[in-house]
């Protein structure tokens, strides 16, 4: 295979070479949605938040480079130390769930929700979103979270006020409500193609304990009841794990959901001869299958990630050959003070 007209062997020995020569000067991050070939090549590889973690915790690194979506790359230059320049291989690997929360589509909503329920409301933002709405997040006193924290963090947010305002993504949302316990009638979704308070009645707005905005992951709400049914169909006695990103009815119906990390862990953990049916990217659960070929480890159906997709190993080259300069992360000083702010409740809390 060629990539750019140049031979995929030498793409990957010019990598090699780069990375021996930068040495602990450089980290490469690979996402676990990203490809074999990038993974492999990557110093560590995880979910989201615990790559730009792992960056920040290489002080020695002059150079990180975060082969994953926008996002991403933005929380590891929030994170990083002012000595490191994180860069991101692809500028137009983006995500559509963090579009859909547009900041100014987020300030109005709060507004409007704001003059309805005064100031006993604390928004909080899943990981996936953009830097600008980690720090609306971390100016109004609320925090972030990730997959597996979400409900501790959700439960933290009412002993704080008496709403959560939850956003971008509405099926992480819900799926904590449910294990939470949180009355359907007490939330409501703001659906921000509406003009006014998302939707929803200003009584709706007042009587409500969880406003979730939305958002939703295109490869997630991919999976559907039935290919859960057709799963156990044909391979009977399997284990179902599926991303709480997904609709609540295919969450219900599997045996467990978590994050990605989570799923790692759980394929890497299960007694050899287990069939395993994952619902979640295609890459991550080829992968899984791959390095586990004792185990039967099945996607629950097809689902890739397109802006995941657009990191190749040549881009990844290109930037390398122009570490420091070719597709910096730049963010303003005041969005990475207030998007670390609500980074590190996240952690506070979370740690408790």
Same mark, same amino acid.
């Given at each position: ?16 070479? /780069?990375?021996?020569? %930068? ?17 492999e090549?990557s110093?560590?590889?995880?979910? =989201?938040?615990?790559l =730009? ?16 979506v ?12 002012p ?17 859909m ?13 704001t ?6 409301v ?8 953009s ?7 971390g100016?109004?006193?609320g925090?972030?979270?990730?997959? =597996? #924290?979400?409900?501790?963090?959700i ?16 099926h ?9 316990g949180?009355p ?5 979704i ?13 009584e709706q707005i007042?009587n409500?304990? /969880? ?31 599926v ?8 969450v ?16 890497e ?13 295609i #890459? %991550?659960v ?12 099945v ?13 190749t ?9 122009n570490?420091?300069? /070719? ?7 005041e ?13 506070e809390?979370? =740690?408790?």
């Amino acid at each position: 295979m060629k990539f750019g007209g140049i031979d995929e062997k030498e793409i990957i020995e010019r990598i090699r070479e /780069l990375k021996e020569k %930068l040495g602990d000067e450089l980290v490469i991050l690979g996402h676990h949605y990203q490809r074999r070939g990038i993974v492999e090549l990557s110093h560590f590889r995880g979910d =989201s938040f615990q790559l =730009s973690r792992q960056a920040a915790s290489q002080r020695k690194a002059k150079y990180i480079v975060f082969c994953g979506v926008r996002f991403m790359a933005e929380s590891a230059a929030i994170l990083a130390a002012p000595h490191q320049i994180v860069q991101h291989p692809e500028p137009t690997a983006g995500c559509p769930m963090s579009d859909m929360a547009d900041p100014w589509d987020v300030e109005e909503a709060w507004r409007q929700i704001t003059e309805i329920c005064g100031d006993d409301v604390i928004p909080i933002t899943y990981v996936n979103s953009s830097a600008e709405v980690k720090a609306f997040c971390g100016r109004h006193g609320g925090a972030t979270c990730t997959s =597996s #924290n979400a409900q501790k963090l959700i439960e933290w947010g009412f002993s704080q006020k008496s709403r959560v305002f939850f956003l971008p993504d509405r099926h992480l949302g819900t799926n904590a409500a449910n294990k939470l316990g949180i009355p359907r009638d007490k939330r409501v979704i703001w659906d921000f193609t509406q003009p006014e308070l998302g939707g929803n009645t200003e009584e709706q707005i007042y009587n409500s304990k /969880l406003i979730l905005w939305n958002g939703y992951c295109h490869v997630h709400t991919f999976f559907k009841p039935e290919h859960v049914y057709e799963a156990r169909r044909r391979f009977p006695g399997c284990t179902v794990v599926v991303h709480p990103e997904c609709f609540e009815e295919v969450v219900d119906l599997a045996d467990h959901d978590g994050s990605t990390a989570f799923m790692v862990r759980f394929v890497e953990e299960a007694p050899k001869g287990s069939t395993i049916v994952i619902g979640t990217e295609i #890459n %991550l659960v080829s992968r899984l299958a791959y390095e586990h070929p004792d185990k039967k480890v099945v996607e629950l159906a097809r689902s890739l990630c397109p802006n995941m997709y657009k990191i190749t190993l040549l881009s990844l080259l290109r930037t390398l050959e122009n570490i420091g300069e /070719l597709n910096v992360v730049e963010l303003p000083d005041e969005v990475k003070h207030y998007a670390k702010i609500a980074l590190d409740k996240m952690l506070e809390v979370a =740690s408790k």
